[in-house]
């Protein structure tokens, strides 16, 4: 597996989501995972959903925030407002030429359109994300 790795350490792009399309112009083939500079993920995330790639085109886990609320991962929770970029794992092919608006609504507005394109969607109702935990 072939990881793709880009830090914006200038800050050139405030909000981040000019950043994550200038990374996705930028690969071709494999999976997406986009994370913030506040989120982390669960050391378990890999066990628990990678092995899932074989049958799913995308995987939805559930996210901690900061206020220990979760965002569930679930078909009724993909709009904006109810879903951050950080729970979902992406084959790079399902998001095509779609690309992250930039507004704050932007990553919901995203995933919206993207998870539209597929039936292949794996939700793991597991805390496997985390909003604002940077310690």
């Not at 399309?21 to 982390?40: A, K, P, Q, Y």
């Not at 220990?68 to 078909?75: K, R």
């Not at 919901?108 to 793991?124: H, K, R």
Request: hydrophobic letters at 45%.
């Amino acid at each position: 597996m072939i990881w793709h790795i880009r830090i914006d350490g200038k800050r050139r792009y405030v909000g981040g989501q000019a950043l994550k399309n200038d990374v996705l112009d930028s690969i071709w083939d494999g999976w997406v995972w986009m994370l913030d500079d506040d989120c982390t993920a669960h050391p378990l995330l890999y066990r628990r959903a990678f092995h899932q790639r074989e049958v799913a085109r995308a995987l939805i886990v559930s996210q901690q925030r900061e206020d220990d609320s979760i965002l569930h991962a679930a078909a009724s929770e993909v709009e904006v407002g109810k879903i951050d970029i950080g729970q979902a794992i992406l084959a790079r092919d399902l998001i095509g030429d779609h690309r992250i608006p930039e507004t704050y609504a932007g990553d919901g507005m995203f995933l919206e359109a993207v998870l539209a394109e597929t039936d292949a969607i794996i939700y793991l109702d597991e805390v496997l994300s985390h909003h604002n935990n940077i310690a």
